[in-house]
Nanobody, 124 residues
Framework: VQLQASGGGLVQAGGSLRLSCAAS????????MGWFRQAPGQERKFVAV????????HYADSVKGRFTISRDNARNTVYLQMNSLRPEDTAIYYC??????????????????WGQGTQVTVSS
């Protein structure tokens, strides 16, 4: 599966961005899709995940209430709507796919495929 993330950019604090991640695979609907982020000098951290069946979601506490993950299986695309952005949200954002994941995992090692990342910069 090839994943292509897009939608990053520079935004002021309090602003919004919507990230997209397009998958090459027609079996996209069989993957839990997650978003992770990595700030300079830090390890990659979980942001959000949406299930392959039922549309269940799970968020990191740091983004809960501000970010929304969604998916469009007809377009093989997962989205991350980011509102009320803060400077600490600055990072490279990666999408990832977990084939028929039994749980909504926040562990990066559970994911089978990764996109190339898109930079999000939030200025204060």
């Amino acid at each position: 599966v090839q994943l292509q993330a897009s939608g990053g950019g520079l935004v002021q604090a309090g602003g919004s961005l919507r990230l997209s991640c397009a998958a090459s695979e027609r079996t996209f609907s069989s993957y839990n899709m997650g978003w992770f982020r990595q700030a300079p000098g830090q390890e990659r951290k979980f942001v959000a995940v949406i299930s392959w069946i039922g549309g269940r979601t799970h968020y990191a506490d740091s983004v809960k209430g501000r970010f929304t993950i969604s998916r469009d299986n007809a377009r093989n695309t997962v989205y991350l709507q980011m509102n009320s952005l803060r400077p600490e949200d600055t990072a490279i954002y990666y999408c990832a796919a977990d084939y028929k994941g039994a749980t909504l995992s926040s562990a990066s090692y559970e994911y089978d495929y990764w996109g190339q990342g898109t930079q999000v910069t939030v200025s204060s």
